[in-house]
């Protein structure tokens, strides 16, 4: 099974150097290769929708499959670094402590709880 999205040459006139043309043709190969990869397996999966065939290597919905991954990616990627880890200790810590009315409260020993002033 040779799936035609893999099939990539850098340097596409042979001299041995990569020219601007070819860089950006490079990144257009990787812009294009997830909607392209995704054309690809539901022409195996399904024979007679033919979407590879009819779309092609740089149709309009190998580009929108492309789109929709690598914003997912992209938020999925911000998402996972704008998590705040606390260590297990300090939240362990915190959930100890009692709250009132959403800010900590600080009682003396043998105090029953109170409501703060007013």
């Known amino acids: 099974m040779v799936l035609a999205s893999l099939q990539f ?14 860089a ?12 392209n990869l995704i054309l690809e397996g539901l022409d195996r ?5 033919q ?15 492309s789109l929709v991954f690598w914003v997912g ?3 999925l990627a911000c998402n996972a670094a704008s998590r705040q880890r606390r ?5 362990a810590a915190q959930r100890q402590l009692p709250w009132h ?7 003396a020993p043998g105090r029953k709880h109170s409501s703060p002033p007013m």
């Open 9 to 22: 040459t850098l340097d596409i006139d042979g001299d041995g150097s990569i020219s601007r043309w070819e």
């Open 24 to 35: 950006w043709q490079a990144f257009l190969w990787l812009y294009r290769l997830p909607g």
């Open 45 to 49: 999966l399904l024979p007679a929708a």
């Open 51 to 65: 979407l590879a065939g009819k779309a092609g290597a740089t149709g309009t919905l190998g580009v929108i499959l």
């Open 73 to 75: 990616l992209f938020i």
């Open 87 to 91: 260590p297990r200790a300090h939240a």
């Open 101 to 107: 009315g959403g800010q900590r409260q600080l009682q």
